[in-house]
């Protein structure tokens, strides 16, 4: 794995470029977890095997080893039961919630909750999104954050595309 393929986490950098891989989290920046979210995360594609690795490398660096990861079955392209990543094995919950989030446990009890940007999300949108959602006193929900910022992609999330039946998120002129 090269640098350009791992996640970089910018907790307090929401300023900085953002790109597809990108983990933004507010992890340290406050000691009591009074937002909804945790973080954000852009992840390049939909292929949770390529994409998922990355990013539990990255979180496990601060938040020390993840155990277990739930996810949006209808926002990946296939989700396997579970994956070794660095010699440990990561369960992998899905569930239809269309909720644009990731739930990371590690230990039995302690989550932290990633709004999802979907990968064909437009870079300023997804910078917006991320640093939106990291806010410290950010009291909306993923769903909401990606409704409100208009993701300008090809092709909708599925929470997008429930929400938003009479919308378009898409780039205009297509």
Do not use: C
């Not at 990371?104 to 940007?117: E, K, N, P, Q």
């Amino acid at each position: 794995m090269t640098d350009s393929d791992t996640p970089r986490l910018l907790p307090d950098a929401v300023h900085q470029p953002v790109r597809p891989g990108t983990a933004l989290l507010r992890l340290e920046t406050t000691h009591a977890r009074e937002g909804i979210l945790d973080g954000a995360w852009w992840p390049g594609s939909r292929d949770i095997g390529a994409e998922l690795p990355s990013l539990i490398t990255a979180l496990t660096e601060h938040l020390g080893p993840v155990t277990r990861v739930g996810l949006d079955r209808g926002a990946w392209d296939e989700l396997p039961t579970r994956l070794v990543i660095d010699g440990r094995v990561v369960h992998i919950d899905s569930f239809p919630v269309g909720d644009g989030t990731v739930l990371i446990t590690r230990g039995d009890r302690d989550h932290f909750s990633l709004l999802v940007v979907p990968p064909d999300t437009m870079p300023d949108a997804a910078r917006a999104a991320m640093a939106r959602a990291v806010r410290a006193d950010n009291v909306t929900g993923a769903e909401q954050i990606l409704i409100d910022i208009d993701t300008g992609s090809d092709t909708p999330s599925p929470s997008n595309r429930r929400l938003r039946r009479g919308g378009d998120l898409r780039k205009p002129g297509r």
